[in-house]
């Protein structure tokens, strides 16, 4: 059972467009939610966090967005740079949750 | 203030031998989490420890087990390897008030390869 899916496992844009990541939840007692950024060979690094009672929080050139009644929380990168070119990965927990990861998404910049 | 380390880095083992994976935590953090990273399958959650209880497990064999130090530190043993177990293991450190809103630190993994 796959309580937090990212279901694009791979994302293309132009350096300077705005990267978007999506991603699901199925469980409603989750209500913190973080994005990580992975590079080969590297432990995922932590990126943004949101926790249930807001629905947007910013940090430079990241926003997540969290919409609750969907169930759905985005990443907004922009303008995107090469070296945001890694996988992300999104995460939620809740109460006594574990930390729940999805699949993953491979961003690409291009030049 | 020094991240989450974990030692080896890399590590070669055969087919039924037994493998054992450290971690230290930053300092000042008491819950130590490990992940496994296979291609196509994200992390997927083993356990848990905190103040050198398991907390939470996650659904692997019995062959997975770990253990938490009185220092923080953790290790994580897997028996009687077979390949599929080769796999990126990852350990993260969190501050482990027990509830959900921490954010949890990841090391840069050891990377275990099963012939």
């Known amino acids: 059972d796959q309580q937090v899916k990212q279901n694009s496992p791979s994302l293309s844009v132009q350096e300077g467009r705005i990267s978007i990541l999506n991603c699901d939840y199925t469980?409603?007692?989750?209500?913190?939610f973080l994005w990580y950024k992975k590079y080969p060979a590297e432990g995922p690094t932590f990126l943004i966090s949101?926790?249930?009672?807001?629905d947007k929080n910013e940090d430079g050139r990241f926003t997540v967005f969290l919409n609750k009644s969907a169930k759905h929380l985005s990443l907004h990168i922009v303008p995107s740079q090469p070296g945001d070119s890694a996988v992300y990965f999104c995460a939620a927990s809740g109460g006594a949750q574990k930390l729940v990861f999805g699949q993953g998404t491979r961003l690409t910049i291009n030049p | 203030k020094a991240g989450v380390t974990q030692t080896p880095r890399y590590l070669i083992k055969t087919r039924g031998q037994q493998v054992t994976l450290s971690c230290s935590p930053i300092s000042g953090h008491r819950s130590v989490s490990w992940y496994q990273q296979t291609p196509g399958q994200g992390l997927q959650f083993l356990f848990e420890?905190?103040?050198?209880?398991?907390?939470n497990k996650g659904n692997f064999p019995g062959r997975f087990s770990g253990r938490q130090f009185s220092n923080s530190r953790s290790e994580m043993n897997v028996s009687t390897l077979e390949l599929g177990d080769s796999a990126l293991y990852l350990c993260?450190?969190?501050?482990?008030?027990?509830?959900?809103?921490?954010?949890?630190?990841f090391g840069p993994g050891t990377r275990l390869l099963v012939l």
């Open positions: 949101i926790s249930s009672i807001k």
């Open positions: 469980n409603s007692m989750f209500d913190y």
């Open positions: 420890y905190f103040s050198e209880t398991q907390r």
């Open positions: 993260a450190s969190s501050r482990g008030q027990g509830f959900g809103g921490e954010t949890q630190y």
